[in-house]
């Protein structure tokens, strides 16, 4: 019943979204809130809550506000970084523990460690785009969101959220950095990418809102971002600070729109973005401590009520390696009731102390902040169940279940781009080894497609060549002479965003080769470009007849595309994005 329902609602929000639609969305009369969502956790009077607040020191609310992270890796007791941590949640300078890399073991004993050293209950969390395997091995790898929306079924959506809680519940973590409601409308996105549920408003509404509910009707804390839209930017802002040339009406129009569904939805939390907006706020100040963008837009328009949390005050976009203090005062001056993966945590703490003092910040605003944090941890329950069960670790961090959801989830998210329909399936070429695979990758990493290649090989009896940043003109001319005489080619994409900043990027030289390979062969000779990553590479080469997209490059992406080789598996996935960007 629950899955119908959830279908129901999932259409409803498209349809509302739809000109001249009037319908059950536009009664005067709304359903009362419920024990999951943000408007009734945060309207409700708790005078246990506000008891606890008065009991409350400065110094203790303040360290309410801060999220400190630590490698979910044990490392025996005398780990520096674990020293340190465990000194600041005995000193209550930290409300909550971010996990970073790591195993689920590691996570959990550690989750139990910090909590029973904490006076007041801490809050875990994770980023869990693509479920906990994110961060912490064990766990359950899924597809990314693109993925999920090229599958156009918000059930999957939900029943994936609903089994990351599961795990994430299994070792201890409270809170999700999911989903990412950003709408990537730039196609040289280098950082959000296949991150985004695409650019098509409705659909990414009604998937991230699946999300959503799946994650916070199962004991989750979902959050949306990167507040207020990080989809239409060409820098990275763990590198540099991007630019969001959008204006009000714009915003309003587009970027907002996932963030007011989520809102309404009642998510408990929002995360704000490191990107100016300088249309809007007149400066070029990072969205994440503009006080216009998080208590003017997000807390006043928007009428948010739960946690906004900041993005991490370790990027690029926001820290210089020395202005702690300054970032972490600007952050909550903005409006901002937590304070994530800060540089140094005990800094930022005695910095905003500091300004609570000395007038700054006013002590009411503190306080608020405090409440909702309190108001979350009591509806998660923290306190209740603050230890986790050691031995269901290894047994509950990735069912059978979970597994095949997210074969499913992979499968069902295979979207054949363009067809010739003289290529797929692709003929068996026999012991002849004549099929050629091209592994086409961004990073010079022998490793990268290996399993793919080899299975491949047992398909096809093919044979493999490697294009990296690295390959020099000798290697090209070999590649050439190879697909001449093969039967057909298959380009492997690794590369994960077509532009962008570092080492993610495909250079000019491997482009040019991909064009003179095409304009080199006949029009019969089969040529497959399989992308397991970003779609957007497919519109640089218009020429290519054939590709296909899978928007990951996990083992399991490459084994369903493997099986559209074989004509096996009826690609059922449909592009969420346009290849060339939307001008909304």
């Not at 499968?411 to 329909?421: A, E, F, L, N, Y």
């Not at 091209?438 to 493999?464: H, V, W």
């Not at 005489?485 to 994409?493: E, M």
Request: charged content about 20%; some cysteine.
């Amino acid at each position: 019943m629950k899955r119908i329902a959830l279908v129901t609602a999932a259409l409803l929000c498209i349809t509302t979204l739809l000109p001249g639609f009037s319908g059950p969305a536009s009664a005067k009369s709304k359903p009362s809130p419920k024990k999951w969502q943000a408007q009734y956790i945060f309207n409700r009077k708790d005078s246990g809550i506000e008891k606890e607040l008065s009991r409350m020191t400065l110094e203790e609310k303040v360290g309410q506000m801060i999220i400190a992270q630590i490698e979910s890796r044990y490392s025996g007791s005398g780990d520096a970084a674990s020293l340190l941590l465990q000194r600041l949640v005995q000193q209550g300078k930290v409300g909550g523990i971010m996990f970073m890399k790591g195993d689920a073991f590691s996570a959990a004993m550690m989750a139990n460690n910090f909590q029973s050293l904490a006076m007041r209950p801490l809050l875990m969390s994770a980023d869990m785009e693509r479920g906990l395997a994110m961060r912490l091995s064990g766990a359950t790898e899924f597809p990314p969101n693109m993925a999920l929306a090229a599958t156009g079924d918000p059930e999957l959506a939900f029943a994936m959220a609903e089994a990351v809680a599961d795990e994430a519940r299994t070792t201890g973590i409270h809170q999700s950095y999911s989903p990412n409601v950003d709408l990537n409308i730039n196609p040289a996105n280098p950082v959000i990418n296949t991150r985004s549920f695409g650019d098509n408003v409705p659909l990414a509404v009604t998937m991230s809102n699946a999300m959503i509910e799946g994650l916070q009707t199962s004991g989750i804390a979902a959050t949306a971002k990167h507040f207020p839209g990080h989809g239409d930017v060409t820098v990275d802002s763990h590198l540099a600070l991007p630019v969001l040339n959008a204006d009000r009406q714009r915003l309003y129009a587009y970027e907002l729109k996932p963030f007011q569904a989520a809102i309404e939805k009642g998510i408990v939390s929002i995360m704000t973005g490191h990107l100016a907006v300088p249309k809007l706020t007149g400066t070029m100040e990072p969205a994440s401590v503009s006080k216009t963008i998080v208590t003017g837009l997000l807390r006043n328009e928007l009428g948010f009520q739960g946690l906004i949390i900041t993005d991490a005050m370790n990027m690029k976009a926001l820290y210089n390696g020395n202005n702690v203090p300054e970032i972490s005062v600007k952050a909550v001056q903005a409006g901002n009731d937590l304070l994530l993966f800060s540089p140094d945590p005990e800094l930022a703490h005695a910095a905003i102390v500091r300004a609570v003092r000395e007038g700054q910040i006013p002590q009411e605003q503190i306080d608020a902040s405090v409440k909702r944090i309190l108001r979350v941890k009591k509806w998660l329950r923290i306190d209740d169940q603050k230890l986790v069960d050691l031995n269901r670790v290894q047994n509950h961090i990735s069912p059978d279940a979970h597994r095949k959801l997210a074969e499913e989830i992979t499968s069902r998210s295979i979207t054949v781009v363009k067809q010739d329909p003289r290529d797929l399936p692709l003929k068996n070429s026999g012991a002849s080894g004549r099929l050629l695979n091209i592994i086409l990758q961004d990073k010079s990493n022998p490793e990268t497609g290996r399993q793919y290649a080899e299975e491949l090989n047992r398909s096809f009896a093919a044979s493999t060549a490697r294009i990296d940043p690295k390959t020099d003109s000798l290697s090209y001319a070999g590649i050439l002479s190879a697909a001449a005489t093969a039967d057909a080619v298959v380009i492997s994409s690794y590369v994960q965003v077509f532009s962008g900043s570092g080492t993610l990027r495909l250079t000019g030289q491997q482009q040019e080769f991909i064009h003179t390979l095409i304009r080199s062969l006949p029009e019969t000779r089969p040529i497959i470009f399989i992308s397991f990553g970003t779609p957007y590479l497919i519109g640089t080469f218009p020429e290519i007849r054939t590709a296909i997209c899978t928007y990951s490059s996990s083992r399991e992406s490459e084994t369903q595309a493997i099986r559209v080789l074989k004509g096996e598996l009826k690609p059922q996935g449909r592009l969420p994005v346009s290849l060339y960007g939307v001008a909304p």
